[in-house]
């Protein structure tokens, strides 16, 4: 049986494996998914170890996805833009990484959401290892304009000068969060870590265009900080990010596979299981 797994530091409350046997399930293929505990300074080792004993390929989480993208001995080239790697394929000579964390929210957005990105104005919201992954998709989807906000605004600014070369015709600007009075979004994607610490950014209320989209890359049962402040601002439209762990994991399946799960049963079925534990 083909082996996958996930390599992490914590992975015990992951769901990855769920969604991995799902698919495999709805799709009749044969294989195994894990969750494996990697020491933190024993990330190469288990990889080496995982694929020595058969393994097909890995996800990589938390801490690693930067080492991931240097053990790695060739990156497509989102990975290699994203600078960090959540997908490991093993093939005879080589180790392809993968970064499917930003395609993952984009589907999320356009087809499970039915929010189009193209020609509308987005904001991204931080400028951390997801706001890195999620850029060269984010830029491929020819938004009107991508604006990059975050607390550090040497980081945002950074990332703007690293990906300005793929921003084709979209205006592509970065700056903080006092830079944005006076501006409407249609797309706000908050990709900072404050909801994880109930924190609320420093956002003007009158950021949302009319009907605008809030979605959050964090997921919990009980609505994040962003988005309870987002529907206080009058915003209808919203998300949390767990359509987006789903659709990372499916683009890595059929990288795997050669063949595409759908993602809906799957994130049903996660919603629910999410809302029974909270
Ligand atoms: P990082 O630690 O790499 O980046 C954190 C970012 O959040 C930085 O931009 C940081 O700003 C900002 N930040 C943290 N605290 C605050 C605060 N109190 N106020 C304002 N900004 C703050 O984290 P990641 O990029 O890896 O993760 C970000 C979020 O995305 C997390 O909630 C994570 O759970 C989620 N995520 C979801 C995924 C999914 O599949 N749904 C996949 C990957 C991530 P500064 O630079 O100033 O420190």
């Not at 929010?115 to 020819?142: D, E, I």
């Amino acid at each position: 049986m083909d082996r996958y797994a996930l390599i992490g530091n914590p992975v015990e409350h992951s769901k990855s494996p769920l969604i991995h046997a799902a698919f495999a399930s709805q799709t009749r293929q044969e294989l195994s998914y894990q969750a494996l505990l990697a020491p933190l300074d024993g990330f190469s080792d288990t990889v080496r170890m995982f694929r020595a004993e058969g393994g097909r390929g890995a996800n990589i989480t938390v801490p690693f996805k930067i080492e991931a993208c240097s053990l790695a001995t060739r990156l497509t080239e989102r990975a290699k833009l994203a600078g960090a790697v959540n997908t490991l394929t093993f093939m005879d000579d080589d180790i392809l990484g993968d970064n499917t964390d930003g395609i993952g929210l984009v589907r999320d957005l356009i087809i499970n959401l039915a929010c189009p990105l193209a020609s509308r104005h987005v904001l991204l919201l931080g400028a951390g290892g997801a706001a890195r992954g999620a850029l060269f998709p984010l830029l491929q989807t020819k938004p009107a304009s991508l604006t990059i906000v975050n607390r550090t605004v040497e980081r945002a600014q950074k990332l703007r000068s690293a990906f300005s070369p793929h921003a084709g015709q979209t205006t592509f600007t970065a700056g903080g969060f006092k830079d944005l009075g006076g501006w409407e979004f249609d797309v706000v994607i908050n990709a900072t870590s404050a909801s994880l610490q109930n924190e609320t950014l420093p956002l003007p209320g009158n950021i949302f265009a009319h009907d605008a989209f809030a979605y959050d890359m964090m997921y919990n049962a009980s609505g994040t900080s962003f988005l309870n402040w987002a529907r206080a601002a009058g915003v209808a439209r919203f998300s949390d990010g767990l359509g987006m762990l789903v659709e990372q994991a499916a683009e890595s399946f059929a990288l795997w596979r050669g063949v595409r799960p759908s993602s809906a049963s799957v994130l049903s079925k996660l919603r629910l299981q999410l809302a029974s534990h909270d």
